[in-house]
């Protein structure tokens, strides 16, 4: 590996220490479905976002909100001396890739089978503050 593309690749790794993030992976739900809970909270403040979660009707939204609360702790394990209510954290990035999928076969008429696609997603949450402190 070249002296450039080292140093390149530490300071990615030195960024990535400073991020709070939390995935879920293989999370047994279309991405679609995923997709439009994470929609609604996309760059919200992460009391409200928790909010958001808790009162949706989703079946997703219970897997995320567990999975911002996971991030949110993520965050205050990193920055111990800060205190979460006065970072202001919000939810920087939400992405939600597509996962394995499980094909199965069902019956159909006339001795046939159809191929049902059981799909899964992976979520990634980041989590950050908004009045970041200079050191």
Known sequence: MGSRKKQMAEAIKAEKKQVAFAKLNNCPTSPRKMR????????????KALQILRFSQKEASRRLEKLVMSAIA????????????EAKLFIKEIRVDGGSMLKRLRPA?????????????????IV????KTQS
């Not at 439009?36 to 009391?47: C, F, I, Q, S, T």
């Not at 008429?109 to 899964?120: E, L, N, T, V």
């Not at 950050?128 to 009045?131: L, S």
């Open 109 to 125: 008429p006339q001795g046939r089978a159809h191929r049902i696609r059981k799909r899964s997603n992976h979520v990634t949450v």
């Open 36 to 47: 439009l809970v994470a929609d609604l909270v996309r760059g919200e403040k992460a009391e």
């Open 74 to 85: 993520n965050w205050q394990a990193k920055n111990e001396d800060a205190d979460v209510e």
């Open 128 to 131: 950050d503050a908004i009045n």
